[in-house]
């Protein structure tokens, strides 16, 4: 599940690994997103540790009567570093979101092997979680495009070709 819409997404700003809290509207969204998820048994919330994705596990554990103390935070969840790219506005151009292949180019963006690398190491630690049968991962867009291609066992830079995480939104990867 993506984390819902950010004070950033609202003003179309870069976030990367940069805090920023969840919008009223983005609070709303993950309320309706967690009522849908209330019947599927969820057994472990993991979570990145930033501020926006942790309160979205936070308002999804309130719905599921599940303990904030029992979610997992997995600071390999964080969203990719984007570099130079945190922090501006994308309003006039998409391709400045990060989530493009341009991203491959702006100095200081968290190389794409290495974002690959840290995701792949936190699915395995979720994948190897035996007590657990219904878990839910609370992240971010261009970390819920990288577990699918994992899952799909595709390579890196198909993360692009991957369609974005709306906000708030959950689908079952296995």
Not at 13 to 27: A, N, R, Y
Not at 66 to 95: N, T, V
Not at 102 to 114: L, N, R, T
Request: glycine letters at 6%; proline letters at 4%.
């Amino acid at each position: 599940m993506r984390h819902g819409q950010s004070v950033a997404n609202s003003q179309k700003i870069v976030s990367g690994k940069q805090e920023t809290p969840l919008s009223q509207l983005g609070q709303h969204q993950v309320q309706i997103e967690a009522q849908k998820l209330t019947h599927l048994g969820i057994d472990l919330i993991v979570c990145s540790p930033l501020h926006r994705a942790l309160s979205s596990a936070q308002i999804v554990a309130d719905a599921l009567q599940y303990p904030h103390s029992e979610i997992k935070i997995m600071p390999q969840l964080s969203e990719r570093g984007l570099g130079e790219l945190e922090g501006k506005s994308y309003a006039s151009d998409e391709q400045d979101t990060g989530n493009t292949i341009y991203a491959e180019s702006v100095k200081g963006v968290e190389p794409i092997d290495q974002f690959h690398s840290r995701v792949y190491a936190a699915f395995r630690e979720i994948a190897d979680t035996r007590r657990h049968q219904n878990i839910l991962v609370v992240c971010h867009m261009n970390v819920g495009r990288m577990l699918k291609v994992i899952v799909k066992n595709q390579q890196p830079l198909a993360m692009y070709d991957t369609p974005r995480l709306e906000n708030a939104h959950a689908e079952r990867l296995i």
